[in-house]
Antibody, heavy 125, light 110 residues
């Protein structure tokens, strides 16, 4: 069955960096677009970033653009999120998620169909 | 402020049918499929129903969706106590180039 296991969360000071990883199994990782979605404590879901099946296309939410970088290693079935210049408002559970589709474009028929259990990132001094 | 608008709360009694609305715009719901997620307390979201009433394996058919223009809704029939949790709508937004979510609706079964 599909499994997505996030790691790398923890407590980090404002302005510092952190790298999250997601280990995927149970499906052909290289065939699907992947997302990061976060959820601040007691708040709703916020989409963070998406990467196409081959890593060539990436999009980011405005709130993280220029600070976060999504990447993938299809040979090791892993998805990463490199987070720089962290702010207190980045405190959240970060979920790795798989798309229905391999790629994304305007009007594409895809969306998130599997979620990991999440890893908590706390930005605090 | 979420791009998609949902009521913050909904409630019903066991066996009742309730609906949760989701309002968007031409760049998201108006031109893309809508996905609905259920998040039970203390757990990760799970896909519930999507597109034209497609359901992942194991998802009950008590949950159904409809869409008209730039709005969508989730209907839950035969309400059960285990349905208590948060429900989110989502869609791709062509203008933003990413997924957008509703703010979530907390469902209480009285």
């Amino acid at each position: 069955q599909v499994q997505l296991v996030e790691s790398g969360g923890g407590v980090v000071q404002p302005g510092r960096s952190l790298r999250l990883s997601c280990a995927a199994s149970g499906f052909t990782f290289s065939s699907y677009a992947m997302h990061w979605v976060r959820q601040a404590p007691g708040k709703g879901l916020e989409w963070v970033a998406v990467i196409s099946y081959d890593g060539r296309k990436k999009n980011y939410a405005d709130s993280v653009k220029g600070r976060f970088t999504i990447s993938r290693d299809n040979s090791h079935n892993t998805l990463d999120l490199h987070m720089n210049s962290l702010r207190r408002e980045d405190t959240a559970i970060f979920y790795c998620a798989r798309d229905l589709a391999s790629d994304f474009w305007s009007g594409y028929p895809g969306g998130i169909n599997f979620w990991g259990q999440g890893t908590l990132v706390t930005v605090s001094s | 402020q979420s791009v998609l608008t949902q009521p913050p709360s909904a409630s019903g009694t066991p066996g009742q049918r309730i609906t949760i609305s989701c309002s968007g715009s031409s760049s998201n719901i108006g031109s893309n499929y809508v996905f609905w997620y259920q998040q039970l307390p203390g757990t990760a979201p799970q896909l519930l129903v999507y597109r034209n009433n497609d359901r992942p394996s194991g998802a009950p058919d008590r949950f159904s969706v409809s869409k008209s223009g730039t709005s969508a809704s989730l209907a839950i029939s035969g309400l059960r106590s285990e349905d208590e949790g948060d429900y989110y709508c989502a869609a791709w937004d062509d203008s933003l180039g990413g997924q957008v979510f509703g703010g979530g609706t907390k469902l209480t079964v009285l």
